[in-house]
Every structure is written in C-alpha cells, then in structure tokens.
Nanobody, 121 residues
Framework: QVQLVESGGGLVQPGGSLRLSCAASGTIFSINDMGWYRQAPGKQRELLAHISSGGTTNYADSVKGRFTISRDNAKRTVSLQMNSLKPEDTAVYYC???????????????WGQGTQVTVSS
C-alpha cells in the first residue's frame, strides 16, 4: 500500500510564504516524476510544478519565479516552497508521484489527500 501525505498548508497573508511537504510511504520500488497540483473551488485541477527523478523542474506560468519544487530521493519527499503568495493562490494543494511497487510492476500515479492553502488578509 502506497501513501502520499501532505503537510504545511494553512492561512497566510498576501505576500507571505508557505512550504508544503509530501512524504511517500509503503511498498515502493522506485519513484519517477513528482509534482504539485492545486484545485480552487469551481476550477479544474492544475499542474503547478513538476520534478523528474533526476531533478529537472518545470513550472506553470502562474507560479514561475514564486514557487520552487524540490525533492529528497532518500527521504522520498517532495516539497513546494511558495513565496509572494496571492489571494488567487487559495486552493487545495495536492502532491502526486509516479511510483512503481516492484521490479516487474509498471509505474502508476498516486495522489495525496490534499492540503488547504488560504491566502487572505
């Protein structure tokens, strides 16, 4: 059983910072790509940042220059440092990871349960 557990959400004022973390646990053979998504009320889930197993990163235009994704392969974690937060960043944030549970098993996407981020004064 594979689990992704996020932490670090909360309430922050505009211009503030938050750091989200996501830890993978369970029967894991390998972790490929990892990413952070968010979903605001009434909107589709959007990809914010993506990091490959080798550390190559990509960002959505909406967060480029403000958010930084990183991972620790030894700890099986992925983090999202969020700076200069805006009210429009308010959403539920989800981490995702492409995980293989065995040598002969294909990789599939797993998701965390989500953590609320609210940017408001």
């Amino acid at each position: 059983q594979v689990q992704l557990v996020e932490s670090g959400g909360g309430l922050v004022q505009p211009g503030g910072s938050l750091r989200l973390s996501c830890a993978a646990s369970g029967t894991i053979f390998s972790i490929n790509d990892m990413g952070w998504y968010r979903q605001a009320p009434g909107k589709q889930r959007e990809l914010l940042a993506h990091i490959s197993s080798g550390g190559t990163t990509n960002y959505a235009d909406s967060v480029k220059g403000r958010f930084t994704i990183s991972r620790d392969n030894a700890k099986r974690t992925v983090s999202l440092q969020m700076n200069s937060l805006k009210p429009e960043d308010t959403a539920v944030y989800y981490c995702s990871a492409e995980i293989s549970i065995g040598w002969l098993s294909g990789a599939r996407d797993y998701w965390g349960q989500g953590t609320q981020v609210t940017v408001s004064s």
